[in-house]
């Protein structure tokens, strides 16, 4: 493709008023050429030319230079990097060739910071005695010892993993060339085994979390399992983030996950009216009449219930099933104001479901016009569109009864007009339809306007996922979910991943429960 030729830069004082509406012309002509290069990409499939902004460095150099007899720009003044620095060993060190009648004028500090990386192996020497009464006393290893690898090591073979997303044959190559004796089959027992704790740990996260949130962001991605297709789903918000993996996806697997840990199915009046809403036959509606306010204790006892009903069909053993899981949740205290923010998957439409604008407006964006004007009313509605989304966000921080109004009237106006693309107000009425659910943010000004947190958190998993992966084990698999959600908890309240890990390996258990962590935080 031919490259468009840049502009000459013609001085000021060179430019008559031929030569200024010439160069006018061109760079029209240059700006209608990218256009039609950039509709052409788009209709092969292709990327058109990325939108490159200036850089704000210069423009923050000029907007924040003051003149104070420096030169500088306020805030460009050193400051000292090691006044802070924990020092663990100081070396003095004289000059070569004092001359004599020298007089010492104090020290130079030079700071460097550095990493002992080496091997240390103990021997703890167990002193055996025997008492008069011929019995046996042997010395205690420390609390912190559990096994032939030390506690320093564990954390690392565990963050390394959890962390730095290094798989298990890598970890083994570095630790050979460290001079650790250790096997296969000994790093992968590190990895999965003996983890209860942690596990017991990361499903408490998420009854703390749904007991303290008013919103969650709800996401899932793929996780093949063992060889086959299977799902992660993510839940969490700026306090926490809890994954699972699961070999299906849909709302009664949904219904399930926030039962944290429940495993009843609860018949009551928020039950049977999620059943009528969903469309269940009158005929079997009535059937459930008969033991409305009725718990059963799990899947089984549910299932044979069904089948003493008569409820066979595919489609209405899905909806009673959703309904009485839905019923179990409130049951058990689920908060009925929480608000779920998800991409518009259907599985997570349930109770209060808001919708992320940013995957919205992406229906918008994919669109490609067949001729100029199809273009211009694209644009031009997806110009109102991001014009909305700012006034949404003004909203938020100071929601107003008139600017609700307002923003509703808005949104009507926007998402019911008439474009000259069949495509455009196909994709217009489906937004409309989704009302509700895009301006729930009208009524709970503090949930959020878009996905991006549930997105960035499972990113975390997709990243594990791509370099080590499918699990073979359920243990692999459950510990995937469970550093997972450990690690990027960690994070959002600020803690380091290292110290916990090493915390929880030694059994000092100097942090605090990440679960009573996060309720203190709302507390």
């Known amino acids: 493709m031919i490259a468009i030729p840049k502009l000459p830069d013609i001085p000021e004082d060179q430019r008559t008023e031929v030569v200024g509406t010439l160069l006018e012309v ?3 002509q240059q700006e209608t050429l990218q256009q039609l290069r950039d509709e052409i990409a788009r209709l092969k499939g292709q990327k058109p030319k990325p939108t490159i902004k200036p850089s704000k460095l210069e423009q923050g150099l000029q907007n924040n230079q003051k003149d104070d007899g420096t030169g500088k720009r306020p805030g460009s003044l050193k400051r000292s990097k090691t006044e802070e620095l924990q020092i663990h060993d100081t070396k003095k060190i004289r000059p070569e060739g004092i001359p004599p009648g020298s007089r010492f004028k104090g020290y130079q500090d030079y700071v460097v910071q550095d990493v002992l990386m080496k091997l240390h192996n103990t021997k703890y020497r167990l002193e055996n005695w025997q008492t008069p009464d011929n019995e046996y006393l042997i010395g205690k290893l420390p609390e912190e010892v559990k096994s032939h690898f ?33 096997s296969t089959g000994q790093i992968n027992r590190i990895i999965t085994e003996g983890k209860e704790e942690l596990h017991f740990e990361k499903d408490e996260i998420l009854k703390a979390g749904l007991e303290v949130s008013g919103h969650i962001n709800v996401d899932d991605t793929g996780a093949r399992h063992q060889g086959r297709n299977g799902f992660c789903t993510h ?7 809890w994954f699972q993996s699961t070999e299906k996806k849909n709302r009664i697997n949904f219904l399930e996950l926030l039962r944290a840990g429940h495993s009843d199915y609860v018949v009551n009046l928020e039950a049977v009216n999620y059943m009528k809403a969903q469309g269940l036959p009158v005929i079997q509606l009535a059937k459930f009449d008969a033991f409305c306010e009725a718990s059963f204790e799990n899947l089984p006892k549910w299932e044979e219930k069904l089948e003493t009903l008569h409820i066979t069909d595919e489609r209405h053993v899905r909806i009673a099933t959703e309904g009485a899981l839905l019923g179990s949740l409130l049951e058990h205290g689920f908060n009925k104001e929480l608000v779920i923010v998800s991409d518009d998957a259907g599985q997570f439409n349930v109770l209060l479901h808001a919708l992320c604008w940013i995957h919205a407006e992406g229906s918008i964006n994919k669109l490609v016009g067949l001729n100029s004007k199809q273009t211009e009313d694209i644009e031009e509605i997806r110009g109102k569109i991001w014009d909305f989304y700012a006034a949404l966000k003004d909203y938020k921080r100071d929601p107003s009864k008139q600017e609700k109004v307002l923003l509703e009237k808005r949104f009507d106006e926007i998402f019911t007009s008439k474009a000259s693309c069949v495509s455009l107000n196909l994709a217009l009425q489906r937004l ?4 509700r659910e895009l301006l729930l943010v009208l009524e709970h000004p503090e949930i959020p306007l878009h996905n991006n947190l549930s997105e960035n958190d499972i990113r975390e998993y997709v990243k594990k996922r791509k370099i080590s992966g499918s699990t073979r084990s359920d243990s692999g698999r459950r510990c995937r979910d469970t550093f997972t959600s450990l690690k990027k908890t960690c994070r959002k309240l600020g803690i380091s991943f290292w110290e916990y890990l090493k915390d929880r390996v030694t059994g000092r258990n100097a942090i605090a429960r990440l679960p009573d962590l ?6």
Do not use: W
């Open 26 to 28: 061109i760079r029209r």
């Open 150 to 182: 030390g506690s320093t090591l564990i954390t690392y073979i565990l963050h390394q993993y959890c962390h730095a997303h290094v798989t298990q044959p890598l970890i083994l190559e570095q630790l050979l060339e460290f001079g650790v004796d250790i």
């Open 235 to 241: 839940i969490g918000n700026e306090l926490f983030a």
């Open 432 to 435: 409309y339809n989704n009302k």
């Open 518 to 523: 996060i309720r203190s935080h709302t507390s």
